[in-house]
């Protein structure tokens, strides 16, 4: 496991990302796998999160999280203030899907869409939606329009893959809240006093 942390507009820090990495900290893809095997990677990340070493459960934490857990097919944990559960891109809009979020959010879950591009299905989860990610090479295919509709019901925005200063300075003047990319940390697998 990895995390990499989210910073707020004002510097602070506001939470981690935790990633899926293999044994050597490396990134694996996951986004391609089978569906299944992005179901054993949840599960895992959020065993660590609930069971292992103590960084990963510093703070705030996004899990990445698939259809499966959605719709109740794959346990979550207890609603957490410090839990975010990061609806991945791949995931559909059908009406279980829609049903789940709806059932989590009323639990207490906090709920993220992530890379967010304007696609229907994206669009559709909007209204359950806490914390909206936009991947920064989209602003430059959309502008400022993927903003403007990301933050529509009222969720906060957090700017992905910020890999420079101009990016963090173009990312604050279009509004984002949050801000995530190797230009502010780099994901990492060991506690930094390790």
Known sequence: MARQPIWARDGSLFAHELLYRAHDGSAVGVDRWHVSDQDRATASVLSALQ??????????????VTRSFIVDDLPLPPADPDLVLEVVETVPDDDDVLAGLRRLRDAGHHIALDDFAAEAHQVAMLPFADYVKIDCRELVRHGSALVDLARRDGALLVAERVSDAGLVETCLQLGFDLLQGDALGAATTASPTD
């Open 51 to 64: 069971h292992g070493d103590p960084y990963l459960r510093e703070g705030r934490a996004f899990v990445n």
